[in-house]
Each structure stands twice: as C-alpha cells, then as structure tokens.
C-alpha cells in the first residue's frame, strides 16, 4: 500500500471507531476524504485526535442536514489537516484590535514538587486567590511579581506534590501532581475514565418526536441554551452555532470570565447575563427552556443542581430535550466532583511527561486539543442526537469528559499517524478578520467541511452578557 494509502486507512479506522462510538450508521464514513497528512507534531498523536473529532463532527452534520431535507445521498465531507491544526490552535492566533488574546497567567504553570512536579492553573482571580490562601502566602495582592512567583515556588518545592493537590482542592483551588500515564492508568481516577465509553448516551423513551423542516443549514431552526465556559463547551456551541442553530450563552453575573476566550469561540452566538439565585433570573431561564431544543452544561458535575438543572430534572420537565454535559473528569468516581481544566487533564493523566522537555520538565501540548477535541465530539453528539429525535422522537442526555477523550488519544488512535518531519501547517489560509462588537478580530475560520458547509460564522461575537435573555 502506497505511503497515501496507508494515511487513508489509519484515517478511516478511527473515524469509524469515533463514529461507531456516537451510534452513527456504519456505512457513512464511506462519504470522508482525506487530504495529505500534516499538523503538529507531538509526542502522542494529537493530530489524528483533533482530525477524526473533525471527521465526525462534519459527518454528524451533513447526516442531519440529508435527514431532515430528505436527500438521497448524505454531503460528501473532507478533512483537511491544515484546517483542523489551525482551528485546534485557535486561542493562539486570535487577535482583538492587533492585540493577542491573553494567554496563562503566571501562576498557572508547573512547580518542582518535593516528590516530582505539580501543574495549577490559576486564570481566574478566585482561583489564584485559593490558591494562595492554601499555601498560606498572602501580602501581594493582586500582583503576580517576581517575589511572588518565588514565594509560591518556595512553598511547592517543600511539599509532596499529592498533599499540595489535596490541599488546593480543600481551599477551592486546581492544582493536580504531575503523574506518568501508568501511573493514571493504576490510578482510582484514571480507571474510572478508562472505564466509561468516549461519549456518554441515554435515550428518554418517553419525549416526542421533534421533526426539523428542510432548511440550509443542518442545525437551522434549533435553540440551544449554552451554559459552559472555557473551553470545551464554547468550541461545542460555536460549532452549533456554524451549522445554524440559535445559540444564547447565558453567564452568571457573579461569576469572572475572561472576555477573550469569549472572542475566539463566541463566533455564531448571543450572550446574556442571568442570576439563577434570583427568582427572575430563574423565571426567565425556565421560560428560555420551554422554547430550547438544547442545553449545554459545562460547570462542574452537580454545580447546576441546586438550581433544577440536572439532566434528569430538565428531561423530567421537558421530555424531548437534549442535555449535553461536559466535565473534567467525568460524572462518577472519585474525581467527579473536582474542578479541571485541559492543562490539569494532561498533567495527571500522563500526557505531560510524554512531552517532557529533554532535561524532564513536563511538557503540554501544542495547543488545547483535549478541549478541542471535546468540544466537536460533543457537537458531533448533539447533531446525531437531533437526527434520531427527529426520526423518532425522544429526549437524549449526552456526557463528555476531558478526561476520555485524553484515553482516546493516549490509547485508542493509530501510532503513524504523526505528521511528516519539518511539515508546517498553512496557517495563514485559515485566518479571516471582520469587526465585532468586541473590536476588529482575527480568527480561524472553522474546520467543519462538508458540500456545502458555511465558510464562516454568520455573526461575530457579542459583547459579554450584553444581549437580551430571550429567543
């Protein structure tokens, strides 16, 4: 078999593994071409993650825009690796008015443990501010000079990476000890992921079916109500939000966010504020649920309870819903309940030693592609869950996890798939600007392909929490 040949059919292997995984017809992938092979390279095989997460997604919506418009033969799709390094990187090359979108911040990083290394992540003002609080150093306010930074890493340096993790996580903080992938895999946590298929489904018997008329756009017609902040969730929402869908964001006035994420994936929505402590607040999201086809949470498993949200008291109240939940580290074992982003997802699950530097300082990834990747999976999830309630009725309720998705790419994807040497994606082809409301942005346009697939979002961001809370 040719060099090309070969690239084909580690393609298409994992395409269908993904695709068989979503319940999707067995015979589609036939309809996936494959360009030539490219993206970043790493030490894992984050490019065949992030391409056949792409591969489904696309899929996934060309099946629904055939269904529901009664064509003959579902649109042909293409996967093209430059896109998809591009869109996977797109944090990286955003710009807002020439300036570069924020990056991690200074205590977000790893630290020499006295057992090994620790990762935190510290974006977030009370973040930062739990973290100081567990490691007692206070009297910097909100500055993160240089004696800061040395104070902290003074304090981590003395203290077993573990006992720093559980600490952290006792003050309401993220913080994970950096492990081995054997060491996850050994681990009460990392079995627990390794346990639970890469995308979670149940079907409620009892919803109604929901037929979408033909329309343009595969997800044309449909309300989805997003509730989930980096980054993950937004790139499932933007996603939704391309391919027609009537996106809302919904932010809690109380809660920091930062604004920039919401430049790269606020592409194809709306944003509002709503307090959902609030009766109002409340009064009017439940009237915002009575008209949505989705819900889409990505706050940390049981957060939203409190406030009637669980999947199972959204589905109780309205049937046919789709409730698509994102999380960490999954919605069971011993984990489920910690906080976690991509960055503490790769430091515990082993995938930051594999990208160790050569002097054995972690490493990461070359860009966030377990959110990435999770994102399209879960969009990919949704458009098949709008295609089978659309044929015959029914509520679903979808999972996603960071921390099965990190399996899939540590163990579930084929080896040679890695990009040729010194092969650097086009970047440049794939980046569009136009003016927002949140200033003139450069961006990547979207890696979704298909026969006819929109070429770029048809709205621009929001300004945060400005638009009225209403279809």
Request: with cysteine.
């Amino acid at each position: 078999m040719t060099a090309e040949g070969t690239h084909a059919a580690e393609c298409d292997r994992a395409t269908r593994r993904v695709w068989a995984v979503l319940g999707g017809p067995p015979a589609l992938p036939d309809r996936v071409r494959y360009g030539p092979p490219g993206g970043l390279p790493a030490a894992v095989p984050v490019t065949a993650l992030a391409r056949t997460a792409t591969a489904v997604c696309s899929l996934a919506a060309a099946e629904l825009l055939a269904t529901r418009g009664r064509l003959r033969t579902v649109p042909a799709v293409r996967v093209d690796d430059d896109a998809v390094a591009a869109a996977f990187t797109s944090e990286r090359h955003l710009l807002v008015d020439g300036r570069p979108g924020t990056t991690f911040a200074p205590l977000s990083r790893f630290w020499p443990a006295a057992d090994g290394w620790l990762r935190t992540h510290a974006n977030y003002p009370h973040h930062r501010a739990r973290l100081l609080a567990a490691l007692g150093v206070t009297g910097h306010g909100d500055s993160d000079s240089d004696a800061l930074v040395s104070e902290v890493a003074a304090e981590l340096a003395a203290r077993p990476g573990e006992d720093t993790q559980e600490a952290v996580r006792a003050a309401g903080g993220l913080a994970v000890a950096v492990r081995t992938a054997a060491e996850w895999a050994a681990s009460a946590p990392g079995r627990s992921a390794a346990a639970r298929p890469l995308i979670e489904h149940r079907t409620v018997a009892d919803g109604p079916v929901r037929a979408l008329p033909p329309a343009g756009l595969p997800a044309e017609g449909v309300r989805v109500l997003d509730l989930t902040r980096v980054i993950a969730g937004p790139v499932a929402t933007r996603t939704l939000g391309l391919l027609g869908a009537q996106v809302l964001r919904i932010d809690s006035p109380r809660l920091p966010e930062l604004w920039d994420a919401q430049a790269d994936t606020g592409f194809g929505k709306r944003s509002a504020a709503l307090d959902l402590a609030d009766r109002a607040g409340r009064r009017t999201f439940e009237e915002l649920l009575s008209g949505a086809d989705v819900v889409v949470t990505g706050y940390r498993p049981g957060s939203l309870d409190r406030y009637g949200l669980s999947a199972r008291a959204l589905l109780d109240r309205h049937p046919g819903l789709i409730v698509a939940q994102l999380s960490a580290w999954g919605f069971d074992g011993p984990w489920a309940d910690r906080r976690g982003f991509d960055s503490l997802v790769q430091a515990a699950s082993g995938i930051a030693l594999l990208q160790a530097d050569a002097d054995g300082r972690p490493g990461a990834l070359p860009g966030q592609y377990l959110d990435h990747a999770t994102g399209y999976l879960l969009a990919a999830a949704v458009l098949r869950a709008l295609t089978e309630r659309h044929l015959s009725g029914g509520g679903r309720q979808l999972r996603a996890a960071l921390a099965s998705t990190a399996c899939l790419l540590l163990d579930g994807l084929p080896p040679g798939t890695t990009p040729p040497p010194g092969r650097i994606p086009d970047v440049g082809r794939r980046l569009a600007a136009a003016d927002s409301p949140m200033g003139r942005l450069r961006y990547v346009l979207p890696p979704v392909d298909y026969d006819g697939a929109p070429a770029t979002w048809s709205r621009t961001p929001s300004r945060p929490a400005t638009d009225p809370p209403r279809w």
